[in-house]
């Protein structure tokens, strides 16, 4: 099993200032009935999940509710970090690039079909949601958060071209220059996300003939994340365009 590891320990700003919406209960049998989306932004509606080849990777946004506030802390960060430990032990679901923004996370997974596909997230999100809310807890200095930690279901999109991984693999790890991260004090000199795995990503136009452009901090803890295997992360998305880490996504290529 080869596996990629990259990340940081770096500090982090705002807490997020909006509250916890209480769920509604389930509804009876009758039209739109079931249980709805959850919180004041909720996930993918409940829909039959589309077939999905093992050639074809998918890109994956998770939001966390609000009372977890933002990802973006070194606390956060591991324990995201453990859920990718965890779940690098999987075989037939790999995750191949993280990103980690203020109150969602951005994944590009590879499965072998939708039913692995399924089950590796779930394992993530079960992973995550236990070491966030056991550093939440630390943090606060009491016991473990109990409470929901995601929001509803996940958001998934099929990549089928050498384009749209051009696009995801960009979107993905230029995220946090969309936010706006990058301007903010202890950011503003870094190059790359290094709550990201985009130190990892062997594709920049800026590399050149170097091996190691962004070597990895000192005491840095790396994400842990698989080599691509799918010919479209792997190279099948440069047939389209290079990739620039001063790229600024925008909301369109999501």
């Known amino acids: 099993m080869r596996i990629r590891e990259r990340a940081d320990k770096s500090r982090t700003g705002k807490r997020d200032s909006e509250q916890l919406e ?52 070194r606390s956060a960060y591991r324990a995201v970090r453990e859920a990718t430990l965890i779940t690098a032990r999987r075989e037939n679901f790999r995750i191949v690039h993280v990103s980690l923004q203020r109150n969602h996370i951005h994944l590009l997974v590879e499965a072998d079909d939708q039913y692995a596909l399924a089950s590796g997230m779930q394992g993530f999100q079960i992973s995550a949601a236990k070491h966030l809310n056991a550093a939440i807890g630390e943090q606060r200095g009491g016991a473990r958060r109990k409470g929901t930690v995601f929001v509803d279901r996940y958001h998934a999109v099929i990549i089928t071209s050498p384009r749209q991984a051009r696009h995801a693999l960009a979107y993905v790890l230029c995220n946090w220059r969309k936010h706006e991260e990058d301007r903010g004090g202890a950011t503003r000199g870094w190059m790359i996300d290094w709550f990201s795995s985009a130190g990892m990503f062997p594709g920049w136009l800026e590399y050149g003939d170097e091996a190691f452009l962004w070597p990895n901090p000192a005491g840095y803890d790396p994400l842990v994340v698989y080599q691509p295997r799918t010919w479209l992360l792997r190279e099948g998305w440069a047939k389209v365009a290079t990739i620039s880490y001063r790229h600024v996504p925008s909301a369109r290529a999501a």
């Open 22 to 73: 209480l769920f509604r209960k389930r509804g009876g049998k009758r039209r739109g009935a079931g249980r709805p989306p959850k919180g004041a932004r909720a996930g993918e509606p409940h829909k039959k999940r589309e077939v999905l080849n093992a050639k074809h990777p998918v890109h994956v946004v998770l939001r966390v509710v609000a009372a977890v506030g933002s990802l973006r802390r």
